[in-house]
């Protein structure tokens, strides 16, 4: 089932519409699933509650699942007939008309141990997680096209993984996470309170942000049984950054970004460890 439709306009992203449209075309004309995922994708599920994006892009990311890297070629032949450029990197391209930056991130059989090697220079394109949060998506309609987007705690999951890869380079994948944490509770309130009250504490001293975020853990915790390699580097990632305050380059993050107690942006990260690994009956 599709969830409400929205329009591109409220997803704050300069030429979506067009952008998405030329993908959406080739794509489905060649019959490969694809998935929407990174900010375009937190904003659809966001505004299910009318809670409007935090900040523009100028880049849309996809996940296309996919069998070959000829295959992967074929897609990338078809839009720069409809004028997108190569860039260094493979997987990005740049649609020239509307200077928007699109990312096709291969999964499915052209992987190699959660991995896929392009040539002698690209060879680690890391892709762990997406088989198994792919799967787990939803549709969503935005006008008259049909896109699938992955779960919001699959997509905790997916940019934790890609800020482990590449901090440096994966700056704003720390505020996506906050962001998601910050309105989890609003996005899914009933559901929270039905099936994770005991998280709700007798005094009156309740944190909604650790709430939403060892919620956020219980919900991911099913993805992370279906990959022993995405287990250990998710666990890895938040083990090495709630260990020493002092040296959690993640929650130094979000205490410059919101002013807040570094301990405290740990606590965040440790009530999501701690709801991945427990055991509930």
């Given at each position: 089932?599709?969830?409400?439709?929205?329009?591109?306009?409220?997803l704050a992203t300069p030429f979506f519409r067009e952008v998405f449209e030329l993908v959406d075309d080739v794509l489905k004309n060649r019959g490969i699933p694809y998935y929407l995922i990174g900010v375009s994708a937190i904003a659809l599920e966001m505004l299910k509650k009318g809670i409007k994006p935090a900040r523009g892009t100028k880049d849309i990311?996809?996940?296309?699942?996919?069998?070959?890297?000829?295959?992967?070629?074929?897609?990338?032949?078809?839009?720069?007939?409809?004028?997108?450029?190569?860039?260094?990197?493979?997987?990005?391209?740049?649609?020239?008309?509307?200077?928007?930056?699109?990312?096709?991130?291969?999964?499915?059989?052209?992987?190699?141990?959660?991995?896929?090697?392009?040539?002698?220079?690209?060879?680690?394109?890391?892709?762990?997680?997406?088989?198994?949060?792919?799967?787990?998506?939803?549709?969503?309609?935005?006008?008259?096209?049909?896109?699938?987007?992955?779960?919001?705690?699959?997509?905790?999951?997916?940019?934790?993984?890609?800020?482990?890869?590449?901090?440096?380079?994966?700056?704003?994948?720390?505020?996506?996470?906050?962001?998601?944490?910050?309105?989890?509770?609003?996005?899914?309130?009933?559901?929270?309170?039905?099936?994770?009250?005991?998280?709700?504490?007798?005094?009156?001293?309740?944190?909604?942000?650790?709430?939403?975020?060892?919620?956020?853990?219980?919900?991911?915790?099913?993805?992370?049984?279906?990959?022993?390699?995405?287990?250990?580097?998710?666990?890895?990632?938040?083990?090495?950054?709630?260990?020493?305050?002092?040296?959690?380059?993640?929650?130094?993050?979000?205490?410059?970004?919101?002013?807040?107690?570094?301990?405290?942006?740990?606590?965040?990260?440790?009530?999501?460890?701690?709801?991945?690994?427990?055991?509930?009956?």
């Amino acid at each position: 089932m599709s969830e409400s439709s929205q329009n591109y306009k409220k997803l704050a992203t300069p030429f979506f519409r067009e952008v998405f449209e030329l993908v959406d075309d080739v794509l489905k004309n060649r019959g490969i699933p694809y998935y929407l995922i990174g900010v375009s994708a937190i904003a659809l599920e966001m505004l299910k509650k009318g809670i409007k994006p935090a900040r523009g892009t100028k880049d849309i990311d996809f996940a296309i699942m996919i069998s070959s890297l000829d295959q992967f070629k074929e897609v990338v032949n078809d839009l720069e007939k409809t004028g997108f450029n190569k860039v260094e990197a493979p997987w990005t391209l740049v649609q020239g008309e509307y200077d928007v930056v699109v990312d096709l991130l291969p999964f499915g059989e052209i992987e190699g141990n959660n991995m896929v090697g392009f040539n002698e220079r690209y060879t680690d394109l890391h892709v762990l997680g997406f088989n198994e949060v792919m799967k787990h998506s939803q549709e969503y309609e935005i006008e008259d096209r049909v896109v699938q987007v992955p779960p919001i705690p699959g997509m905790v999951l997916l940019k934790l993984a890609a800020w482990s890869d590449r901090p440096e380079d994966r700056s704003n994948d720390p505020y996506d996470i906050l962001r998601i944490i910050e309105y989890y509770n609003d996005l899914e309130f009933e559901t929270n309170m039905l099936e994770h009250h005991d998280l709700i504490p007798e005094e009156d001293d309740f944190d909604e942000r650790k709430f939403s975020s060892r919620i956020l853990g219980r919900k991911a915790k099913e993805y992370l049984d279906g990959s022993e390699a995405l287990k250990i580097r998710i666990i890895q990632v938040l083990e090495e950054n709630t260990v020493d305050a002092k040296e959690s380059r993640f929650a130094k993050s979000w205490a410059v970004e919101k002013g807040w107690d570094l301990e405290y942006c740990v606590s965040l990260l440790i009530e999501l460890k701690t709801g991945l690994l427990e055991k509930r009956s």
